[in-house]
């Protein structure tokens, strides 16, 4: 399998795609201006203590106070609270890890009220992004991941990937590590660790370590409810994370990104820096690799896969339901074949979905009814086994009296929504038709109004492939001619994303140029 990944930056929000094999497998949209990202950590203080729930809301400058239980306080917590403590009340000197007095682990079956009282000021990492209505998740056990190692400070342990199979590397691990760990420091040493030097470890660890240390110093620089440590960008996390052999390209458009990326990967694969690739071309760069085809075809609501056989998923506030329907498929004269049949190709396309759009919490799959129990069984082996592949932990039941199945899947940060309809290309929304004939002209006036008014010395001007196409028929006596003859420097561009008669328009530095309808009359 080969690997892609084509990061589309652009002024408001960050694309990245991960392309396996040429298929959309993961999309990830960020705005540029997104905080609360899963991994930052805030010096927080407590709002609001809830027995019932055996949980806190605590203040980091989210609108809605974010939720911490119990249980995610963390066995090292009082050692870590008094250290914060130590540190923000003597901030010309910051406290030695390896002197720090170790406190008692909190207990299991403690709580709350035990241990954090309204306006205590404590150190958090969001482990959940604001989902809906819902504010962030939080953590007090710190943790600062890199590729190899994952850094806790305070807990000592260190502990071993499941997925490292084999116990004589599994030892080696551990004892490389025990041996280049300072002390007051735990480590999770994670499964691309597999196989790696001593020289790359120390290394990474010294950098998680470096980090750690500047959590404390701008800790003893900060007020209470204030972002301490931001996690590295969306983009680096993505590749931190599933980074492996089988990466062909990197593929980014913006220069200060791509260089970003490149110095990453430089650091992790020296290597392999050369993969790393700077998209010059004048398409969108998520339309020159079919990833917004893609993401049309595969993110609406209806989602067909085999044979005319299709999927309706449907998202809600409590879960997400997918329903199996075979449509006009008819290979198999036995009902019960062919259904076994729909529903095994029905469970790649769902799996591929759950990674497609990251849906975490409750999925219900409706299948197509079976009656034999062995299709029944080999339904939910197929499924548990195309599934193994996916990074987010989850945990699939057998199919129900019913013949539904459910998933509970990882969730992190809300699902990907993607409106992947179109405006009407009549009424562009407003319920009122407009002469389609005249649209090119109405174009020119926008360009001729953008010219006298902005003094913009070249305008790109994005338009559905339809309308390029048009604009740029005939060469000698073609629109685009006749408007540069006119204005001067105009770009036409083909834009899958737009809707018939949408259009954009940018100046030569990139920056869209906000025109309103009555500015093109002028």
Request: glycine share 6%; charged share 30%; hydrophobic share 40%.
């Amino acid at each position: 399998m080969t690997s892609e990944l084509v990061v589309d930056v652009q002024p408001s929000e960050i694309s990245i795609a991960l392309l396996e094999n040429g298929r959309l497998a993961e999309v990830n949209r960020e705005t540029r201006e997104q905080t609360y990202a899963v991994g930052n950590i805030y010096y927080g203080r407590v709002k609001k203590i809830m027995p019932g729930l055996n949980a806190a809301f605590v203040d980091v400058g989210y609108g809605k106070d974010a939720f911490l239980h119990y249980l995610d306080l963390g066995p090292t917590f009082e050692t870590l609270y008094r250290y914060t403590k130590q540190a923000v009340s003597d901030r010309k000197k910051t406290p030695v890890m390896n002197k720090v007095k170790t406190q008692p682990e909190l207990g299991k079956t403690g709580s709350i009220t035990e241990v954090l009282s309204v306006g205590q000021e404590l150190l958090v990492q969001v482990t959940k992004e604001p989902i809906s209505t819902k504010g962030p998740r939080l953590s007090a056990e710190i943790s600062i991941a890199g590729r190899y190692l994952v850094l806790i400070p305070f807990a000592e342990k260190v502990s071993v990937s499941a997925k490292i199979s084999s116990e004589a590397e599994r030892v080696r691990l551990r004892k490389l590590v025990q041996s280049i760990k300072p002390k007051g420091f735990g480590v999770i040493i994670r499964t691309v660790a597999e196989d790696k030097k001593v020289a790359e470890l120390d290394n990474e660890l010294k950098i998680l370590v470096k980090r750690w240390e500047d959590v404390v110093a701008k800790l003893q620089k900060s007020q209470a409810v204030s972002l301490i440590s931001e996690e590295i960008g969306r983009t680096i996390g993505i590749i931190r994370d599933i980074f492996n052999p089988t990466f062909q390209h990197i593929h980014i458009n913006d220069k200060d990104v791509f260089a970003e990326v490149r110095d990453y990967v430089e650091l992790i694969a020296p290597d392999r820096k050369n993969i790393v690739k700077l998209y010059t071309g004048e398409l969108p760069i998520f339309d020159n690799f079919a990833i917004t085809k893609q993401m049309k075809t595969g993110l609406g609501r209806t989602v067909s896969f085999k044979n005319g056989a299709y999927l309706i998923i449907e998202h809600t506030e409590a879960l997400h339901v997918i329903d199996v329907n075979s449509g006009n498929r008819s290979k198999s004269d036995d009902q019960e074949t062919n259904a076994y049949e729909v529903n095994l190709a029905a469970a790649d396309e769902i799996a591929h979905q759950l990674r497609l759009r990251d849906m975490g919490g409750i999925i219900v799959v409706d299948f197509i009814d079976m009656v034999k129990p062995e299709h029944k069984q080999g339904l939910y082996d197929h499924m548990r086994e195309i599934m193994e592949n996916d990074r987010a932990k989850h945990n699939i039941l057998q199919l129900s009296k019913f013949g539904l199945m459910q998933i509970t899947r990882q969730r992190v940060r809300p699902a990907v929504d993607i409106d992947v309809t179109e405006t009407c290309p009549t009424c562009l929304g407003t319920h009122k038709v407009q002469p389609t004939i005249l649209f090119v002209d109405e174009l020119e006036e926008k360009i001729r109004w953008a010219v006298e008014n902005t003094r913009r010395k070249g305008l790109v001007l994005y338009v559905h492939p339809y309308v390029e196409a048009y604009i740029t028929k005939g060469w000698l006596k073609s629109i685009i001619r006749r408007w540069r003859q006119k204005y001067g420097r105009v770009h036409v561009i083909p834009s899958q994303k737009l809707g018939f008669l949408q259009w954009e328009l940018y100046d030569d530095n990139g920056n869209k140029l906000e025109l309103k309808k009555e500015n093109a009359g002028k």
